[in-house]
């Protein structure tokens, strides 16, 4: 996810100078990007699992979380690379992988997948993003909120789907409550797309993203 203050271009932790180009050409900031990609797809996904769409929705999940949520956020992470932005990179080449992975989980048969192994694949994603929340404290108020909400959303939907052991209950609270969380994650990534994306039509920025000290 996007790094650095929204209308600059500096590197993770520190100013960097800008990547080497050649003939006059500047790259552009891939961060709204990997963003949005990973905002649409964590919106429509945590709609089923608040129960605000059936879980016949999940149609709709699998390409975004094989085309948006992964290829695209992946791509957005090696671009990212080439901008000389470390976080950004790992975060989304990560988060791009996470719903590649997601989308092969889906496609399995139902009998193959656990919700065992779902939990056990949510709470390794949860450990990452609690890496990712604390590295994202030194880039801006925004970008952390983003990441917290995060954290608590992945560790609520392990939880969630361990309880799902030996039951048939498909409308799990706790699973319903991580579905509100990632619709509240969903909003804050748009919002730090849209933030970056303005502060490059406009040449300024104009949504406050609150940078924190460095």
């Not at 990560?94 to 997601?102: E, H, M, P, Q």
Request: proline share 6%; hydrophobic share 55%.
């Amino acid at each position: 996810m996007e790094a650095r203050q929204v209308g600059a271009r500096e590197a993770d932790v520190a100013p960097a100078p800008e990547p080497a180009v050649s003939g006059g050409w500047t790259p552009a900031n891939p961060g709204p990007l990997g963003l949005a990609a990973f905002a649409l797809t964590t919106f429509v996904l945590s709609m089923i699992n608040a129960h605000l769409v059936g879980p016949r929705g999940a149609a709709a999940v699998l390409p975004l979380a094989a085309i948006y949520g992964g290829i695209v956020q992946l791509l957005a992470g090696m671009w990212e690379f080439r901008t000389g932005n470390t976080f950004g990179a790992v975060a989304f080449s990560s988060y791009g992988a996470f719903w590649i992975g997601l989308y092969v989980i889906l496609k399995l048969p139902a009998l193959a997948v656990t919700p065992q192994a779902v939990s056990l694949y949510l709470w390794g994603w949860s450990i990452f993003t609690v890496l990712m929340l604390v590295a994202s404290l030194r880039t801006t108020g925004a970008l952390a909120a983003v990441f917290l909400i995060l954290t608590i959303t992945f560790f609520i939907l392990a939880i969630g789907n361990a309880s799902l052991v030996g039951t048939t209950n498909v409308t799990n609270g706790t699973i319903k409550l991580g579905g509100w969380l990632g619709i509240v994650t969903a909003a804050g990534a748009w919002y730090v797309a849209f933030a970056g994306v303005v502060a490059s039509t406009f040449g300024r920025d104009i949504l406050p993203v609150f940078p924190l000290n460095r």
